[in-house]
Nanobody, 124 residues
């Protein structure tokens, strides 16, 4: 079993930056693909970014490519999402997710474990 806890959300002005963290517990953290999703009010949960087992491969949605950076530190059992040039449309609850699969998935069903979410609000 893997437990995930997100932190780092908050209120920021447009153009600002935030760093989200996802702390994982479980002895096999390093064997899982990790990802970030987000869900805005009234909308479906959408894929944001994902990182491979080793951290060498990353994948981003078109809406955040070039502005967000995903990374992981397996020694600390932690994944990060550096968010720059934030826009009001980035406002959402951000969820950390872990997958038992080898490939980098972008669908909700590709992930087996989820955190409780952290709110990110970007004011205009």
């Amino acid at each position: 079993q893997v437990q995930l806890v997100e932190s780092g959300g908050g209120l920021v002005q447009a153009g600002g930056s935030l760093i989200l963290s996802c702390a994982a517990t479980g002895r096999t953290f390093s064997s899982r693909t990790m990802g970030w999703f987000r869900q805005a009010t009234g909308k479906e949960r959408e894929f944001v970014a994902a990182v491979s087992l080793s951290g060498s491969r990353t994948y981003y949605s078109d809406s955040v490519k070039g502005r967000f950076t995903i990374s992981r530190d397996n020694a600390k059992n932690t994944m990060y999402l550096q968010m720059n040039s934030l826009k009001p449309e980035d406002t959402a609850v951000y969820y950390c997710a872990a997958s038992q699969r080898v490939y980098i998935g972008t669908r909700h069903n590709d992930y087996d474990y989820w955190g409780q979410g952290t709110q990110v609000t970007v004011s205009s």
